[in-house]
T-cell receptor
Framework: GAGVSQSPSNKVTEKGKDVELRCDPI?????LYWYRQSLGQGLEFLIY????????KSGLPSDRFSAERTGGSVSTLTIQRTQQEDSAVYLC?????????????FGPGTRLLVL | GDSVTQMEGPVTLSEEAFLTINCTYT??????LFWYVQYPGEGLQLLLK?????DKGSNKGFEATYRKETTSFHLEKGSVQVSDSAVYFC????????????FGKGTHLIIQP
């Protein structure tokens, strides 16, 4: 079946602009995760959704970052007033229900470059 | 907070050599443990996992055993191939709350023919 998909695959933007990243999880997976992969920080967890709800948003790097999920499926990560330090690969993952032993399946990522 | 520590490399080996990549984790709770792999130009994919103490995960000739007494989950392979060249990430996950996977920094493995 189809895996996790993300769009766009690459995004180049100017400092100060807003960007929106999209994630389409595996059909039927209720748990959805956003991560960021950068050279300096490695792989960082950003936010988790169970259905449409995000219990804790404290992993988001700043208040310029927001995320939502609608219909228990597609999720968008929005970065407002982008900064150069936001340049990274943004990864999305999903799992069947968020249980501790479940595998998280990752999408190919969105490579964001802020000029 | 929760953390995972792994050797960062790069680790360079000859084909058919024995591989060990060390990984230790903080002992908060009873996490599940994972090894993910990222091949050049590809996304993160699960290599193997273990969900409780003394479990052994295995896949593609790789193995790792969940050792609660040493809080370790070392990755091993008896005979590596050039195609095993990749970045390997150890991770822990407690689930049930609002957290995601906690990853180590990644180990870049280079296998020379």
């Amino acid at each position: 079946g189809a895996g996790v998909s993300q769009s766009p695959s690459n995004k180049v933007t100017e400092k100060g602009k807003d960007v929106e990243l999209r994630c389409d999880p595996i059909s039927g997976h209720t748990a959805l995760y956003w991560y960021r992969q950068s050279l300096g920080q490695g792989l960082e967890f950003l936010i988790y959704f169970q259905g449409n709800s995000a219990p804790d948003k404290s992993g988001l790097p700043s208040d310029r970052f927001s995320a939502e999920r609608t219909g228990g499926s597609v999720s968008t990560l929005t970065i407002q007033r982008t900064q150069q330090e936001d340049s990274a690969v943004y990864l999305c993952a999903s799992s069947p229900s968020g249980g501790a032993g479940q595998t998280q399946y990752f999408g190919p990522g969105t490579r964001l470059l802020v000029l | 907070g929760d953390s995972v520590t792994q050797m960062e490399g790069p680790v360079t080996l000859s084909e058919e050599a024995f591989l060990t990549i060390n990984c230790t984790y903080t002992a908060t709770g009873y996490p599940s443990l994972f090894w993910y792999v990222q091949y050049p130009g590809e996304g993160l994919q699960l290599l193997l996992k273990a969900t409780k103490a003394d479990d052994k995960g295995s896949n593609k000739g790789f193995e790792a055993t969940y050792r609660k007494e040493t809080t370790s989950f070392h990755l091993e392979k008896g005979s590596v191939q050039v195609s095993d060249s990749a970045v390997y990430f150890c991770a822990r996950f407690s689930g049930g709350g609002a957290d995601g996977l906690t990853f180590g920094k990644g180990t870049h493995l280079i296998i020379q023919p």
